[in-house]
């Protein structure tokens, strides 16, 4: 009785091992596929429509999957917390990744997009907090600082698919830093104890604000239906599928199975998925001078990530 009891122990504990990989798997290669998915998606589609229309999708279906699941009704004060969270992750987060992918490949956008951890470090020493990093951490802040100088200088003036331009790359940075500020605040801000609705609430926000945005700038004015192409289609279908519905779902489920230096990872995959993805997909070429410095932020993100698990 003794040996079965211990078989099914080591069954279910192998049975969560294998979980926890397909989630990481999952997490890597979905989230990571979303920068070309953006990509391919704005070819026919105004950035800030598609991103709208992205979010409000994916928002309905997992705010009614979480109310189906016994979540509560969010309060008033819930929705403006989740306002102000999707407007920062949302709206001048992803909002400015996928305008700036009209200027830059989607390989370069997930590698300064990958820069989110140095602007949360900068933001938590320069808050209320005055939380002072630790000597490793700091290392790994100049590092990462000193790829984006390398990437931005060694790559402007590049011809077609690979330039980049220098009001896509501010943009990028803009957006690192508004995500960062977006999940500072996502730890204070009264949310639903349900993470699904929370998530649902920011999403179905930031896409209405999205779409404000997009009145605001016009974008309706020159949108015909008819001249989007089947491929923006399923780019659009993948970005609220697996990007916003699945990948998300993975995310919070290592957040309450795995253990946190394994599901901090992604913030380090990610951005070697996307250049790859980039390169075999879409021929965004891989130069010298993009790998080197690609190396040098990932390798910044990870000695980061590395002290801060240490530490904590």
Known sequence: MENHTVKTKEFLSNKKGLLILVAL???????????????????????????????????????L?????????????????????????????????VWAEQLVPSGIAAILIATVPLWIIILEWMGKSRKRPNNGVIMGVLLGFAGIVVLVINSIGMPDKNSIHPVGVVALLF?????????????????????????????????????????????????????????????????????????????????????????????????VVAVFVGWLIAGEQLTINTLIAAAIIITSVVIITFYRNRTA
């Open 175 to 271: 957006a690192a830093l508004s995500w960062s500020l977006g999940s500072l605040y996502s730890r204070i801000v009264d949310q639903p104890d349900s993470p699904l609705l929370s998530t649902a609430m920011q999403m179905l926000v930031g896409g209405a604000l999205l779409l404000a945005a997009s009145l605001f700038l016009g974008e309706w004015s020159r949108f015909d239906i008819m001249e989007i192409s089947f491929r923006s289609y399923i780019a659009l279908g993948y970005l609220i599928i697996f990007g916003s519905i699945v990948g998300y779902n993975a995310y919070i489920w290592l957040l309450k199975n795995a253990e946190p230096a394994w599901v901090s990872t992604y913030a380090f995959v990610n951005p």
């Open 25 to 63: 798997f999952s997490v890597y290669l979905f989230w990571g596929g979303t920068y070309l998915g953006i990509k391919i998606a704005i070819e026919t589609m105004p950035p800030f429509i598609m991103a709208g229309i992205r979010f409000i999708s994916a928002g309905l279906i997992l705010y």
């Open 65 to 97: 999957w979480a109310r189906l699941s016994g979540a509560s009704r969010p309060n008033k004060r819930q929705w403006l917390g989740a306002g102000i969270v999707g407007a920062l992750l949302l709206l001048g987060g992803n909002g400015l990744v």
